[in-house]
């Protein structure tokens, strides 16, 4: 939690897989929140890849998304379009909570994808993949626009190349 304690947090939401609520439910704990099971913000689905080891195909499909390649999808897996319609239906469901600081306990890929989609200044190459318990930290609302802040141990400044933060890249808590 030591990686968290400087962040305001009013509101959680964990992923319907038990896993987030796992990781969850430590940082609900600590500040006496109730971690909501949220529908939605799930991983995306891999289809007929969902359980092999060798995770290239799926990354492939997943970095080849971009706004003139959004119907393309693993076979019986989501394109993303799909991927992308579910987890901004999720995030309005958030935003009708009034909420100022919320924190979503989703999944590696599925922050990766929804938050780069959101601010794509990011850029691929500083979307770096997140160890588990890292978190993204975006500011603003679907109305307006979001702008990501940090990206794992990265602040992400307004121009240039991102900056390496001092704290530990995990929290085993």
């Not at 030591?2 to 959680?12: R, S, V, W």
């Not at 390649?69 to 076979?75: P, Q």
């Not at 897996?77 to 009034?98: D, M, P, S, Y």
């Amino acid at each position: 939690m030591a990686a968290l304690e400087h962040e305001q947090i009013d509101a959680l939401y964990a992923s319907t897989l038990t896993r987030a609520q796992q990781t969850a439910a430590p940082l609900a704990a600590a500040r006496g929140l109730e971690a909501v099971v949220l529908e939605g913000i799930h991983e995306i689905s891999a289809g007929v890849e969902e359980m092999n080891t060798d995770w290239r195909r799926y990354l492939e499909v997943l970095t080849s998304w971009a706004p003139d390649n959004l119907d393309v999808g693993l076979e019986g897996g989501e394109t993303a379009r799909e991927f992308l319609t579910r987890f901004n239906a999720a995030v309005a469901k958030v935003e009708e909570g009034g909420h100022d600081n919320v924190a979503l306990v989703s999944h590696g890929a599925a922050l990766r994808v929804w938050a780069i989609t959101q601010d794509p200044s990011v850029g691929m190459e500083n979307a770096q993949p997140l160890e588990n318990t890292q978190w993204i930290v975006l500011n603003g609302s679907t109305a307006e626009g979001w702008k990501a802040e940090r990206w794992g141990t990265f602040v992400v400044p307004v121009d240039g190349e991102p900056i390496a933060v001092e704290h530990r890249a995990t929290d085993p808590a």
